[in-house]
C-alpha cells in the first residue's frame, strides 16, 4: 500500500533492530514515505546506519534529546534537506535502571527529572523546534504504556512520566489543532526491545500477557508500524489527541482469568 507517499517523516529513537522506531520506519518505507532517522549518539551510528541503507534512507543524524542545541540542529537539517515535514515519530523514553525495581517512593530528585526530561519533555521540545517545519496537516507520534493508567509493578518512575507524556498529547494536539496538525501515542504491549532487555520479571509478565490478552498474542513491532501508519495517514485525518492501543487488547481487563483456565 502506498498510505504515505508523497510525505517526508522523521524517526527518533531507532537503537537496533529490534526497536519500535525500526518497525515504524519499515511500515512507513512500505507506504510509500520518504524518511530520516535520528539516534540517540554515535555509539550507535554503527547500528543505525545500515538499517537506514535497507530502506534507502539517506538522512541518518545523531541528536541527544537532552540537548536543545543538538534538537534545534536536527530540525534545520531536515528542514534543509526535505524542506517541509509531514510526520515525526517520537519512540524514546529512559529512566535509571536501578530506579525500575524496588518500591516507586525511592525514586531519586534527579531519576525523577531524567525521567521526566528524556521521555517526556522531549517530545515537547520536538514539537516546538520541528513547528516551522510542519505541513499542514502534519502527524507527531508518540510511544507509551499501560502502566501510566495502572500499576505495572517496577514500572515506578516510568509510569508517572508515560502519564505526564499522555497529557502532553493531549495539550500538543489543542495547541496544533487550529494548524491542522494531529497529535497521537500508541500505548503498545509488551515487546522484547533494548529498553525491555534486563527489567526484573520482563520476561514472565511478557508469557503472562499471551495467556491473558484477549487476542492470546503478543505484540510485534510490526503490528506497531501499522498503526502508526493508519494514525499518521489521512486515513486518520479527524483524530487527534488519542492513545490507540495496540495491546492486544489487554487493557480491557478487569479481572484477570485464572491461568490455563480458558
Ligand atoms: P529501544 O531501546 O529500542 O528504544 C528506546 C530509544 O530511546 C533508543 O533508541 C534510545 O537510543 C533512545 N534514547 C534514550 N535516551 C535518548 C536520548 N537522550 N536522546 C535520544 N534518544 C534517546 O526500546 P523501545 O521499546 O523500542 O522503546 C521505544 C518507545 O516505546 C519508548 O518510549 C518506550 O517507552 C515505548 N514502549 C515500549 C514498550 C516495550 O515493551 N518495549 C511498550 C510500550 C511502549
Ligand atoms: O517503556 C518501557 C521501557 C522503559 C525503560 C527501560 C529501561 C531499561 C534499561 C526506560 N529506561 C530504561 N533504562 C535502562 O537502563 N517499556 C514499556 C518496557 C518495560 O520496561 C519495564 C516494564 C516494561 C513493560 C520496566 C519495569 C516493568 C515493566
Redesign the pocket.
Known amino acids: 500500500m502506498n498510505l504515505l507517499e508523497g510525505k517526508t517523516a522523521i524517526i527518533?529513537?531507532?537503537?537496533?533492530d529490534?526497536?519500535?522506531?525500526?518497525g515504524i520506519a519499515k511500515a512507513f518505507h512500505e507506504n510509500g514515505a520518504t524518511l530520516g532517522l535520528?539516534?540517540?549518539?554515535e555509539a550507535?551510528e554503527r547500528r543505525v546506519k545500515p538499517l537506514a541503507e535497507a530502506i534507502g534512507c539517506t538522512f541518518v543524524e545523531s541528536?541527544?534529546?537532552?540537548d536543545d542545541d543538538q534538537i534545534r540542529a536536527t530540525a534545520e537539517k531536515a528542514a534543509a534537506v526535505f524542506g517541509k515535514v509531514d510526520i515525526l515519530v517520537?519512540?524514546?523514553?529512559?529512566a535509571n535502571r536501578d530506579e525500575l525495581s524496588g518500591p516507586y517512593y525511592n525514586t531519586s530528585r534527579a531519576g525523577f527529572h531524567l525521567a521526566m526530561d528524556?521521555?517526556v519533555y522531549?517530545f515537547t521540545a520536538l514539537a516546538k523546534a520541528f513547528q516551522p517545519y510542519f505541513s499542514p496537516n502534519a502527524a507527531l507520534l508518540?510511544?507509551?504504556?499501560y502502566g501510566s493508567e495502572k500499576v505495572a509493578p517496577h514500572y515506578n518512575v516510568?509510569g508517572v512520566a508515560?502519564a505526564a507524556l499522555e497529557a502532553s498529547v493531549r495539550y500538543l494536539a489543542y495547541d496544533f489543532g487550529p494548524q491542522g496538525i494531529r497529535v497521537n501515542a500508541i500505548?503498545?504491549?509488551?515487546?522484547?526491545?533494548?529498553?525491555?532487555a534486563g527489567v526484573s520479571g520482563f520476561k514472565t509478565m511478557y508469557r503472562r500477557f499471551a495467556d491473558l490478552a484477549p487476542l492470546r498474542q503478543n505484540v510485534t513491532?510490526e503490528d506497531v508500524g501499522k498503526a502508526a501508519v493508519f494514525l499518521c495517514s489521512d486515513l486518520a485525518v479527524k483524530t487527534t489527541g488519542q492513545v490507540l492501543f495496540v495491546d492486544s487488547g489487554y487493557n480491557i481487563l478487569g479481572i484477570p482469568e485464572e491461568l490455563g483456565e480458558s
Open positions: 527518533f529513537g531507532i537503537a537496533n529490534r526497536s519500535i522506531a525500526w535520528s539516534y540517540a549518539g550507535l541528536c541527544d534529546v537532552a517520537h519512540s524514546i523514553g529512559f528524556i521521555s522531549s508518540t510511544l507509551t504504556y516510568m508515560k500505548s503498545a504491549g509488551p515487546i522484547r526491545t533494548l529498553a525491555a513491532i
